[in-house]
């Protein structure tokens, strides 16, 4: 039979009948195979006191009828009355007996006398327990002639005695017996149905419910089989989370990290059923120490801002941090029932990001094994999300590569180009140069026009050359394929760099040089570190511009990094800072964005996101080192490159 038809879940129903079933089997097999027999029994070994019957006028009168029988005489007249007023008189009687047979041996009813009424009123609810039908029956062996086999049976069928004190207190007995079992099947089948039916009932309703959907979870499992159900519902449901982020990745190309994480918040709070959810970016500041930089939350999660205050006020916790970072739950206290997590690689050091989940209401104050739960889905959550998020940077490092290859073969014919077009060029400038020398030199008169002429070309020549240098400068992205490292002093490799970019730089704009004495020598590709160097003080440039800054002032400083190692390099500018799309000023998460491919700091269709994404690329993939950039609080931004290889002594 089919538990479940038409969505209607039959199963508590049918258990119900059987229950009814068994009980109602037990209750009469406790009546007919127990009671009665020891009733049967009690009123045999009394015989004689329960029937105070003379019965030797009956067996005369019942004899003589047989041997009539016996000899095809037919029975009547004055024989058949006696027989029938002495059976009345003993039905009359106190005794239980309510038929009277004579039974010959062919098995006829030769001759009956009963009292029906008589076997109804005795089998009352004083001396019955469930069955009011007892009856049972005596025979007497009525003999023939001298010698001669019986030829008949005087029967009594009695019923039970009324008022016989062993036989109420039988019943007594019998029907604690009764309540007995019942108390005991009811217990039994309310624990049956407590623990396996209405489990496999919510269980098949949940089901139901989930049909080509999310399964949903049970709020207080309270069996077995419910705990186990939601352990496969919460594999399931973090399956469609994983995979609602990767289909979300897919299928926006230009997704980058930060969108991807601010969608997890509402579809946790969604899929989970969660209060709430926040996302916390932490970013270490100029100390190295982590503070929160960003924070999203789910807009229809039940948070306010108490609960965000003292999430932040827990989250930073040194050992809070630490036992995140080795992949664990952490319960917060001061939050309702609030969970932290991290959802990064322990390698993505030293951004990291952070989830803190508002369990459903009450969790905290369940049992212990389901708070225990709620927090191990937390830390499986956090398990699935730091794989998507892996996988989405590998794929976007992958794309990133490929990019850059393209960009290298790019840099490398181009310049190979460009650096023909430019000798040629300079060779040309050149040959006039020789010309108008020549002519000077043959004593012909002087000319200012010759004059103006040979500065021009003169400067023509020093252009040709500073346009060589970028030329160079660009090509050395190539080298990202076949790096060849040097230990370099920062400064001497900065001066080198500065003296080409102030060739190009504006008259009303000024380049300082702030070097840190006794810095160490650093291993570095002085090629790439030259271009990633180029890019900044390019970006520099282009902000002054773009402000319309009447005097621009960029400044070059160099530091030893005690936190890390290292030399740190920073460039500032006192341009307008780094915006947003909207024209104000960024805030961390959104200056954090502008190292990725494809962001680009300059108006629209004013850049495509190249140069400070190569600077990520050449600092921090292969010189170990780290990017950050700031907006500066008295206006103008800061970028910070971070060199860690330190050159051995």
């Not at 029988?69 to 024989?79: C, P, Q």
């Not at 086999?149 to 019998?174: C, D, E, K, M, Q």
């Not at 503070?291 to 939350?297: F, Q």
């Not at 346009?467 to 400064?491: C, H, T």
Request: hydrophobic share 45%; proline share 5%; net charge neutral.
């Amino acid at each position: 039979m089919p538990l479940r038809k038409r969505g209607t879940n039959v199963l508590l129903p049918l258990t119900f009948a059987v229950y009814l079933v068994t009980l109602l089997m037990l209750l009469s097999e406790l009546d007919r195979q127990y009671y009665q027999r020891e009733k049967e029994s009690i009123i045999k070994y009394n015989f004689r006191e329960l029937f105070p019957h003379e019965t030797v006028r009956l067996q005369n009168l019942s004899g003589r009828i047989l041997v009539r029988h016996e000899a095809g005489e037919r029975v009547g007249g004055a024989l058949e009355a006696a027989w029938r007023e002495a059976a009345r008189r003993m039905l009359e009687g106190p005794g239980c007996v309510f038929r009277i047979r004579i039974v010959p041996r062919d098995e006829s009813a030769l001759m009956v006398q009963q009292d029906r009424a008589k076997f109804a009123a005795l089998n009352r609810w004083s001396n019955t327990l469930f069955y009011r039908n007892f009856q049972n029956v005596v025979s007497y062996e009525i003999a023939g002639a001298a010698g001669a086999p019986w030829i008949g049976l005087l029967s009594f069928h009695y019923t039970t005695p009324r008022g016989y004190a062993p036989i109420v207190a039988l019943t007594n007995r019998y029907r604690l017996l009764a309540l007995l079992v019942v108390t005991v099947v009811t217990a039994g089948y309310g624990l049956v149905v407590h623990k396996l039916i209405l489990p496999v009932k919510r269980v098949l309703s949940h089901i139901d419910a989930a049909a080509g959907a999310t399964p949903e979870l049970m709020p207080t499992p309270s069996s077995l089989l419910e705990k186990g159900y939601n352990d496969l519902a919460r594999d399931a449901v973090l399956l469609r989370v994983t995979e609602s982020l990767r289909d979300a990745a897919a299928g926006d190309p230009g997704m980058n990290r930060s969108a991807l994480l601010e969608r997890i918040p509402p579809l946790v709070v969604d899929r989970l059923r969660y209060r709430g959810a926040l996302l916390f970016d932490l970013s270490p500041d100029e100390a190295g120490k982590l503070e929160v930089s960003r924070c999203v939350r789910a807009a229809d999660g039940a948070v306010d801002e108490a609960d965000e205050a003292a999430c932040r006020a827990h989250l930073l916790d040194p050992t809070h941090l630490a036992a995140m970072r080795e992949g664990k739950a952490v319960p917060v206290g001061g939050a309702r029932d609030c969970v932290f997590c991290d959802i990064t690689q322990p390698d993505d050091s030293p951004q990291r990001s952070c989830l803190a989940l508002f369990l459903p209401a009450g969790s905290r104050r369940a049992d212990a094994a389901a708070w225990d739960w709620q927090v191990e889905t937390v830390a499986r959550l956090a398990g699935h999300l730091r794989e998507v998020v892996a996988v989405f940077d590998l794929n976007r490092r992958h794309v990133r590569n490929e990019r850059s290859r393209a960009n290298i073969n790019l840099a490398r014919n181009l310049g190979h180009d460009l650096t023909n077009i430019i000798a040629t060029s300079k060779l040309d400038i050149l040959t006039v140069s020789k010309i108008l020398g020549a002519d000077a030199a043959g004593g012909a008169a002087p000319d200012p026009r010759r004059e103006l002429l040979n500065e021009s070309m003169r400067g023509l020549l020093n252009n040709a050359r500073l346009l060589q240098e970028v030329v160079n400068i660009y090509r050395s992205f190539s080298y990202i394929n076949r790096p060849r490292f040097e230990a370099v002093r920062i400064d001497t490799l900065l001066d080198e760099i500065i003296d080409v970019f102030s060739l190009s730089l504006p008259s009303d704009t000024t380049l300082r040089r702030q070097y840190a004495p006794d810095l160490p020598a650093c291993t570095v590709e002085p090629r790439l570190l030259k271009l990633a160097v180029f890019n900044v003080l390019t970006n520099a440039v282009d902000a002054i511009k773009r402000s319309g800054t009447a005097e621009g002032a960029i400044t070059v400083a160099t530091e030893e990094d005690a936190v890390r190692g290292g030399v740190r390099i920073a460039v500032r500018d006192n341009g307008p800072g780094i915006l947003n799309a909207e024209g104000a000023a960024a805030d961390q998460a959104e200056i954090d964005r502008v190292f990725r491919y494809g962001v680009s700091t300059k108006p629209e269709a004013g850049g495509e996101g190249l140069g400070l994404s190569w600077v990520w690329t050449i600092v921090e993939e292969f010189h170990e080192g780290g990017v950050q950039a700031r907006n500066l609080p008295g206006g103008g931004a800061e970028f910070v490159m971070t060199i860690g290889r330190v050159a051995e002594s």
